[in-house]
């Protein structure tokens, strides 16, 4: 089964300690990309990357972290977390024409 | 810079037809996809228009008219389930959604 798989999918944490949101495929997709969402702003790209060692920023890249080291992982690392980037978070692939999403992380930062 | 624009909600009634729009600024545009999100959940692919006109999965329409830089989503015999958000998208390098429309479904 094609699947994205992201952890944790809840997480509360104290500004400032860092921390990793895994995301994982199992499509052989060559892009993967990060998006936050907030109420009234829809999707957001944070990065993205067209393939193995290549990324980029996307519109709100700000105190994000990523790399992709392999074609199957592209983890999303917040060096110090700060209450604004409180937020869902989703990891996403796309193919020819459809992209596919992970469950979802809801990250709260206090 | 690149934007899609669509309403923020729409309300419709149950059993009817109801019109999601979305206009778009987009460089090196390929072709509009659109996306459905139940609260909570993730978003999940409905359809893809690469070239114009009507592309019709079921209960769910879309069209593109990349001269009007405009397509929209069509959504008949509303059932309460539709109840959800949807997201216009570019498929370009950035894959670029719109802010979505939240469809509220009256019984």
């Known amino acids: 089964e094609a699947q994205v798989t992201q952890n944790p999918r809840y997480l509360i944490t104290v500004t400032g300690k860092k921390l990793t949101v895994t995301c994982s495929q199992n499509?052989?997709?060559?892009?993967m990309s990060w998006y936050r969402q907030d109420p009234g702003l829809g999707l957001r790209q944070i990065y993205y990357?067209?393939?193995?060692?290549?990324?980029d920023k996307g519109d709100v890249p700000e105190g994000y972290k990523v790399s992709r080291k392999e074609k199957r992982n592209f983890p999303l690392i917040l060096e110090s977390p700060s209450p604004n980037q409180t937020s869902l978070y989703f990891c996403?692939?796309?193919?020819?024409?459809?992209?596919?999403f992970g469950q979802g992380t809801r990250l709260t930062v206090v | 810079g690149q934007s899609l624009e669509q309403p923020s909600e729409v309300t419709a009634v149950e059993g009817a037809i109801v019109q999601i729009n979305c206009t778009y600024q987009t460089s090196g545009f390929y072709g509009l996809s659109w996306y459905q999100q139940h609260d909570g959940g993730a978003p999940t692919f409905l359809s893809y228009?690469?070239?114009?006109g009507l592309e019709e999965t079921g209960r769910f329409s879309s069209f593109l008219s990349r001269s009007d830089s405009y397509g929209y989503l069509l959504l008949q015999e509303l059932q309460m389930k539709d109840s959800a958000s949807y997201f216009c998208?570019?498929?370009?390098?950035?894959?670029?959604f719109g802010k979505g429309t939240r469809l509220h479904i009256l019984p």
């Open positions: 990357s067209m393939n193995v060692e290549v990324t």
């Open positions: 228009n690469g070239l114009d």
């Open positions: 996403a692939t796309r193919g020819a024409t459809e992209a596919f």
């Open positions: 499509m052989n997709h060559e892009y």
């Open positions: 998208a570019d498929r370009d390098d950035k894959i670029i």
